[in-house]
C-alpha cells in the first residue's frame, strides 16, 4: 500500500525555520517525482516544490524561491522541504506528494500543519 | 507563467443533474490536465488525469475533455458522495504546476 507521511509541521515565529519530512513507503521513491503541495486554511491549492526521481531538477512557485529548498534521500525513501525566512503567508497545511515522469500526483500524504505567527 | 482560469467558484444542482466545471489555460498546455477532488476535512484525490484519463476506482459517471486551452469535467449524474470542492491542475512535464481556483458543489 502506497502511504506518503509528513512531519515537523509547527508553530514558528515570523523569520523562523522548519524543516519538513514525507517518508515513503509501498513503492520504489527513487521512480517517482516527489512533490509538496500547501493550502491555506478555508482557500485553495498551491503547488510548492517538486525534485526529479534524482534530484537532477528542482522547481519552486516564485513566493517560495530562495527561502524554501526541497531535497530527497532515496536510501531512506524521503523527501523534504527546508522551509526559512518564513512568513505569516506562508501558514498553511503542506502536503507531500508523489508523481509519475510527466503524470501529476496521484499519492498525497494527510498533510502537516505550519503556523507561522508570534 | 500559465495561469489556470476555473468556473464557476460554486454550484448548486440537484441529484440526478448533469454538471459541467471548466478550466481555462492561459496557453496550451496539450494533455497536461487534472482534475482533483476534495471532500471537506480531507485530502484532495486525483480524479482524471492527463486530461481524460480516469483513475482506478473512480466512478464512470465522472468524465474529462478538452485539448490546447479549454477543459472540462463532467459529472453525467450528480450523487451526495460528489459533494466536495474539485480543482483542475495544469501541469508540464518540468516546470512550474498551477491549480484553478476551485469549484464548490453543492447538492
Known amino acids: 500500500e502506497v502511504q506518503l507521511v509528513e512531519s515537523g509541521g509547527g508553530l514558528v515565529q515570523p523569520g523562523g525555520s522548519l524543516r519538513l519530512s514525507c517518508a515513503a513507503s509501498?513503492?520504489?521513491?527513487?521512480?517517482?517525482?516527489m512533490n509538496w503541495f500547501r493550502q491555506t486554511p478555508g482557500k485553495g491549492l498551491e503547488w510548492v516544490a517538486h525534485i526529479h526521481p534524482h534530484g537532477s531538477q528542482i522547481y519552486y512557485v516564485d513566493s517560495v524561491k530562495g527561502r524554501f529548498t526541497i531535497s530527497r534521500d532515496n536510501a531512506k525513501n524521503s523527501a523534504y522541504l527546508q522551509m526559512d525566512s518564513l512568513r505569516a503567508e506562508d501558514t498553511a497545511v503542506y502536503y507531500c506528494?508523489?508523481?509519475?515522469?510527466?503524470?501529476?500526483?496521484?499519492?498525497w500524504g494527510q498533510g502537516t500543519l505550519v503556523t507561522v505567527s508570534s | 507563467d500559465i495561469q489556470m482560469t476555473q468556473s464557476p467558484s460554486s454550484l448548486s444542482a440537484s441529484v440526478g443533474d448533469r454538471v459541467a466545471i471548466t478550466c481555462r489555460a492561459s496557453q496550451g498546455i496539450s494533455k497536461y490536465l487534472a482534475w482533483y477532488q476534495q471532500k471537506p476535512g480531507k485530502v484532495p484525490e486525483l480524479l482524471i488525469d492527463a486530461v481524460s484519463t480516469l483513475q482506478s476506482g473512480v466512478p464512470s459517471r465522472f468524465s474529462g475533455s478538452g485539448s490546447g486551452t479549454d477543459f472540462t469535467l463532467s459529472i453525467s449524474s450528480l450523487q451526495p458522495e460528489d459533494v466536495a470542492t474539485y480543482y483542475c491542475?495544469?501541469?508540464?512535464?518540468?516546470?512550474?504546476?498551477?491549480f484553478g481556483q476551485g469549484t464548490k458543489v453543492e447538492i
Open positions: 509501498g513503492f520504489t521513491s527513487s521512480n517517482y517525482w
Open positions: 491542475l495544469g501541469y508540464a512535464s518540468g516546470p512550474t504546476w498551477t
Open positions: 506528494a508523489r508523481s509519475p515522469h510527466t503524470r501529476a500526483s496521484d499519492y
